[in-house]
């Protein structure tokens, strides 16, 4: 995914696919365990090649709509299931332009995200939009260690707790553009799953350029 160039695959709805997806899960069993997560590589050169940055053809607020959309989709039923692990888990999708951070799609998958899930947030994409890589990718390579990775770059406390190296923020390029055109984070899983989750939305809607 990493080095790829992706499009929408020629056979997908993209919102209209969600849409049909969210309703027939308020219809059907609500209760329903959801579909497990694919859990992304921990070694960081393997994250850094396979699954660290989305480049796509191009990026406007309606692929956002639609990528919005998606993850809402695979998400709704983590937030209804009571045989999840830990019941039910709401989440919040946010995906905005890296120029002046502004949001173009955001959301709260199901009742009971608080105002710490927006914090999360801000946190995952400060550290994608410094650092240029997903924060799956960060977390890997300082093994989840917030100390080794504030000294490495001379971050005081205060400083360092504006960025967040849990997964669930990852980067959004468009082939022939320099640097990050935008951001896309999910809090409210384990970390593991709030990057997992954004991978495989991706990998099932998007597809190559040939």
Known sequence: MASRVLRLKKDSNGVSEALEAIKAHEA???????????????DATTVKATCDTITLTSFTTSTAWTLGHLLYARLLPFAHSSSSEGGARPTLIS??????????????????????NEIWVRRKRASVLRFGTSTWYLHCKYKGDEEAFRK??????????GFAIHGGGVP???????????????????????????VDVINSHFEPVS
């Open 28 to 42: 059907g069993n609500a209760n329903a365990a959801p579909a497990p997560i694919p859990s992304p590589p921990e």
């Open 172 to 198: 959004i390029r468009v082939a022939g553009v320099e640097g990050i055109v935008a951001v896309v984070v999910v809090s409210g899983l384990k970390q593991h799953e709030d990057h997992g989750v954004i």
């Open 95 to 116: 995906i905005a332009l890296a120029h002046g951070e502004h949001v173009v799609f955001q959301a709260a998958v199901g009742s009971g995200t608080a105002p710490d």
């Open 152 to 161: 490495k770059f001379a971050m005081g406390e205060d400083k360092a707790g």
